[in-house]
Protein backbone atom coordinates (compact mmCIF):
# COMPACT_ATOMS: atom_id res chain seq x y z
CA UNK A 1 0.00 0.00 0.00
CA UNK A 2 1.36 3.54 -0.69
CA UNK A 3 0.56 6.00 1.54
CA UNK A 4 1.70 9.44 -0.09
CA UNK A 5 1.38 12.55 0.96
CA UNK A 6 1.92 11.38 4.65
CA UNK A 7 3.59 13.74 7.26
CA UNK A 8 2.96 11.45 10.46
CA UNK A 9 3.33 8.44 12.13
CA UNK A 10 1.40 6.78 14.74
CA UNK A 11 2.50 3.40 16.06
CA UNK A 12 1.21 0.53 18.10
CA UNK A 13 3.94 -0.91 20.47
CA UNK A 14 3.15 -5.12 20.72
CA UNK A 15 3.34 -6.56 18.30
CA UNK A 16 5.17 -3.53 16.14
CA UNK A 17 7.70 -2.29 17.96
CA UNK A 18 8.02 -4.92 20.73
CA UNK A 19 8.03 -8.41 20.12
CA UNK A 20 5.43 -9.93 21.92
CA UNK A 21 3.55 -13.40 21.99
CA UNK A 22 0.15 -14.01 23.50
CA UNK A 23 0.30 -17.51 23.56
CA UNK A 24 3.39 -17.52 25.77
CA UNK A 25 0.84 -15.82 28.52
CA UNK A 26 -2.00 -18.03 27.48
CA UNK A 27 0.30 -21.31 28.36
CA UNK A 28 1.72 -19.61 31.34
CA UNK A 29 -1.78 -19.34 32.80
CA UNK A 30 -2.63 -22.63 31.51
CA UNK A 31 0.26 -24.58 33.26
CA UNK A 32 -1.27 -22.53 36.48
CA UNK A 33 -4.31 -24.61 36.05
CA UNK A 34 -6.40 -22.07 33.79
CA UNK A 35 -7.20 -24.30 31.06
CA UNK A 36 -9.91 -21.68 29.68
CA UNK A 37 -7.87 -18.62 29.67
CA UNK A 38 -7.53 -18.19 25.90
CA UNK A 39 -11.75 -17.44 25.93
CA UNK A 40 -10.55 -14.89 28.92
CA UNK A 41 -7.96 -13.21 26.63
CA UNK A 42 -6.73 -12.83 22.90
CA UNK A 43 -5.12 -10.78 20.34
CA UNK A 44 -8.59 -10.55 18.68
CA UNK A 45 -11.04 -9.50 21.83
CA UNK A 46 -10.92 -9.87 25.94
CA UNK A 47 -12.70 -10.30 28.98
CA UNK A 48 -13.97 -6.67 30.44
CA UNK A 49 -11.59 -6.81 33.42
CA UNK A 50 -8.77 -6.66 30.49
CA UNK A 51 -10.18 -3.50 29.08
CA UNK A 52 -10.29 -1.84 32.37
CA UNK A 53 -7.19 -2.75 33.29
CA UNK A 54 -5.89 -1.27 29.77
CA UNK A 55 -8.13 2.07 31.01
CA UNK A 56 -6.52 2.37 34.30
CA UNK A 57 -9.98 1.46 35.66
CA UNK A 58 -8.53 -1.34 37.54
CA UNK A 59 -5.20 -1.46 39.55
CA UNK A 60 -2.55 -4.12 40.05
CA UNK A 61 -4.49 -5.70 42.92
CA UNK A 62 -7.81 -5.52 41.78
CA UNK A 63 -6.18 -7.26 38.62
CA UNK A 64 -4.90 -10.09 40.55
CA UNK A 65 -8.23 -10.37 42.48
CA UNK A 66 -10.25 -10.96 39.73
CA UNK A 67 -8.01 -13.22 37.78
CA UNK A 68 -8.56 -15.47 40.79
CA UNK A 69 -12.55 -14.82 40.84
CA UNK A 70 -12.69 -15.37 37.40
CA UNK A 71 -10.99 -18.43 37.57
CA UNK A 72 -11.71 -19.99 40.67
CA UNK A 73 -8.23 -21.00 41.12
CA UNK A 74 -5.80 -19.44 44.20
CA UNK A 75 -2.81 -18.56 42.59
CA UNK A 76 0.01 -16.73 44.38
CA UNK A 77 0.57 -12.63 42.92
CA UNK A 78 4.02 -13.49 41.52
CA UNK A 79 2.74 -16.99 39.51
CA UNK A 80 -0.20 -14.18 38.29
CA UNK A 81 2.39 -11.17 37.18
CA UNK A 82 4.94 -13.43 35.91
CA UNK A 83 2.00 -15.39 33.82
CA UNK A 84 0.61 -12.20 32.66
CA UNK A 85 4.22 -10.32 31.72
CA UNK A 86 5.14 -13.50 29.63
CA UNK A 87 4.01 -12.54 26.10
CA UNK A 88 6.36 -9.54 26.24
CA UNK A 89 10.16 -10.14 24.81
CA UNK A 90 12.62 -7.81 22.73
CA UNK A 91 12.37 -5.20 20.75
CA UNK A 92 15.62 -5.68 18.15
CA UNK A 93 18.23 -3.10 17.79
CA UNK A 94 16.89 -2.71 13.74
CA UNK A 95 13.55 -1.02 14.52
CA UNK A 96 14.99 1.57 16.95
CA UNK A 97 17.49 2.42 14.28
CA UNK A 98 14.50 2.70 11.70
CA UNK A 99 12.52 4.70 13.96
CA UNK A 100 15.50 7.02 14.49
CA UNK A 101 15.93 7.46 11.07
CA UNK A 102 12.42 7.89 10.12
CA UNK A 103 12.10 10.77 12.76
CA UNK A 104 14.31 12.87 10.42
CA UNK A 105 11.05 12.95 8.13
CA UNK A 106 7.71 12.47 10.07
CA UNK A 107 6.35 13.34 13.15
CA UNK A 108 6.20 10.36 15.52
CA UNK A 109 3.95 9.12 18.00
CA UNK A 110 3.51 5.86 19.84
CA UNK A 111 -0.61 4.52 20.56
CA UNK A 112 -0.31 1.72 22.81
CA UNK A 113 -3.11 0.02 24.52
CA UNK A 114 -1.32 -1.67 27.95
CA UNK A 115 -1.56 -1.26 31.51
CA UNK A 116 0.46 -0.53 35.00
CA UNK A 117 1.61 -4.06 35.13
CA UNK A 118 3.47 -4.17 31.73
CA UNK A 119 5.19 -0.76 31.34
CA UNK A 120 7.87 -1.34 34.30
CA UNK A 121 8.09 -4.87 32.14
CA UNK A 122 8.75 -2.94 29.12
CA UNK A 123 11.46 -0.11 30.82
CA UNK A 124 13.26 -2.86 31.91
CA UNK A 125 13.69 -4.62 28.63
CA UNK A 126 14.29 -1.15 27.05
CA UNK A 127 17.21 -0.42 29.34
CA UNK A 128 18.18 -3.76 29.91
CA UNK A 129 18.82 -4.47 25.62
CA UNK A 130 19.37 -0.45 24.73
CA UNK A 131 20.29 1.56 27.73
CA UNK A 132 16.74 4.09 27.96
CA UNK A 133 13.69 3.06 29.84
CA UNK A 134 11.48 4.81 26.83
CA UNK A 135 11.64 6.14 23.38
CA UNK A 136 11.02 9.59 24.54
CA UNK A 137 13.95 10.15 22.19
CA UNK A 138 12.08 9.28 19.10
CA UNK A 139 8.41 9.67 19.86
CA UNK A 140 7.03 13.02 19.86
CA UNK A 141 4.49 11.86 22.89
CA UNK A 142 3.91 8.17 23.99
CA UNK A 143 -0.11 7.57 24.40
CA UNK A 144 -0.47 4.56 27.08
CA UNK A 145 -4.57 3.76 27.37
CA UNK A 146 -4.18 3.64 30.91
CA UNK A 147 -2.62 6.44 31.53
CA UNK A 148 -5.50 8.55 29.26
CA UNK A 149 -8.33 6.62 30.09
CA UNK A 150 -9.46 5.25 26.63
CA UNK A 151 -8.29 2.05 24.71
CA UNK A 152 -7.96 1.33 20.90
CA UNK A 153 -10.32 0.51 18.56
CA UNK A 154 -12.32 3.38 20.45
CA UNK A 155 -12.44 6.16 17.93
CA UNK A 156 -11.99 8.80 20.72
CA UNK A 157 -8.30 7.46 21.28
CA UNK A 158 -7.75 8.69 17.98
CA UNK A 159 -9.38 11.57 17.32
CA UNK A 160 -7.53 12.46 21.05
CA UNK A 161 -4.17 12.22 19.35
CA UNK A 162 -4.78 14.43 16.46
CA UNK A 163 -6.38 17.21 18.40
CA UNK A 164 -3.99 16.91 20.62
CA UNK A 165 -0.74 17.59 18.24
CA UNK A 166 -2.65 19.47 15.49
CA UNK A 167 -2.59 16.46 13.63
CA UNK A 168 -5.16 16.38 10.22
CA UNK A 169 -5.81 12.68 9.78
CA UNK A 170 -5.27 12.78 6.08
CA UNK A 171 -2.03 13.23 6.52
CA UNK A 172 -1.40 10.30 9.68
CA UNK A 173 -0.61 7.18 8.89
CA UNK A 174 -1.66 4.51 11.76
CA UNK A 175 0.37 1.16 12.13
CA UNK A 176 -1.07 -1.84 14.15
CA UNK A 177 -0.50 -5.42 14.04
CA UNK A 178 -4.44 -5.80 15.15
CA UNK A 179 -6.92 -5.66 12.26
CA UNK A 180 -10.16 -4.28 15.15
CA UNK A 181 -7.69 -1.16 15.77
CA UNK A 182 -7.49 -0.38 11.99
CA UNK A 183 -10.80 -0.48 11.87
CA UNK A 184 -11.60 2.30 14.77
CA UNK A 185 -8.24 4.35 13.32
CA UNK A 186 -10.18 4.80 9.79
CA UNK A 187 -13.01 5.60 11.61
CA UNK A 188 -11.10 8.53 12.84
CA UNK A 189 -10.07 9.08 9.23
CA UNK A 190 -6.61 8.48 9.62
CA UNK A 191 -5.04 6.39 7.02
CA UNK A 192 -3.66 2.79 7.98
CA UNK A 193 -1.41 0.03 7.76
CA UNK A 194 -2.18 -3.60 8.84
CA UNK A 195 1.12 -5.30 10.32
CA UNK A 196 0.17 -8.96 8.79
CA UNK A 197 1.78 -12.17 10.68
CA UNK A 198 4.97 -12.29 9.92
CA UNK A 199 5.73 -9.20 8.98
CA UNK A 200 8.03 -6.50 10.74
CA UNK A 201 8.42 -2.47 10.43
CA UNK A 202 11.55 -3.52 8.60
CA UNK A 203 10.14 -5.06 5.83
CA UNK A 204 6.85 -2.49 4.60
CA UNK A 205 9.79 0.62 5.26
CA UNK A 206 9.66 2.73 2.66
CA UNK A 207 7.63 0.94 0.52
CA UNK A 208 4.30 2.03 2.46
CA UNK A 209 5.35 5.60 1.98
CA UNK A 210 6.30 5.93 -1.39
Given at each position: MAAKNIKNIIFDLGGVILNIDYDLTIKAFTALGIHDFKALYSQA??????????K?????????????????????????????NAMLLELPKERVELLEKLKEDYRLFLLSNTNEIHIPVYNDILEDSHGFRDLAHIFEKQYYSFEIGMRKPDVEIYEHVLEENGL???????IDDSKQHLEGAAKAGLRTYWLKPGETILDVFPVILY
Open positions: GQNHLFDRLDGHVDTQGFIDEIQELTGEHITKDDILNAWKAEETLF
